[in-house]
């Protein structure tokens, strides 16, 4: 059974750092095409940072020098430091991964608050 997993999430306030991680499990799973997205209320889900198919690292324009995306392999495990949280970073986070066989997968998603 596939399942991918998130955790990290919680309240911090504006300023402040947290770490996301994600774990793949129950097939193999693209070292690329791997990534993070957010969905705050009232909005469409958006790419925060992604491993594209080029090997190369893909961030969205708002978070770009403050959250970083890596990963280990060996677990199987993505992670998104992110760093000088700001209020507008507030939402549901989701961590995306795709199967060699092509096959999308989403976790269950973890909140992130951000006070002011």
């Known amino acids: 059974q596939v399942q991918v997993v998130e955790s990290g999430g919680g309240l911090v306030q504006a300023g402040g750092s947290l770490t996301l991680s994600c774990t793949a499990s129950g097939s193999i799973f693209r070292r690329n095409n791997m990534g993070w997205y957010r969905q705050a209320p009232g909005k469409q889900r958006e790419l925060v940072a992604t491993?594209?198919?080029?090997?190369?690292?893909n961030y969205a324009d708002s978070v770009k020098g403050r959250f970083t995306i890596s990963r280990d392999n060996v677990k199987n495990t993505q992670y998104l430091q992110m760093n000088s949280l700001k209020p507008e970073d507030t939402a549901v986070y989701y961590c995306n991964a795709v199967t060699v066989g092509g096959n999308n997968y989403w976790g269950q998603g973890t909140q992130v608050t951000v006070s002011s």
């Open positions: 491993f594209t198919s080029d090997g190369s690292i």
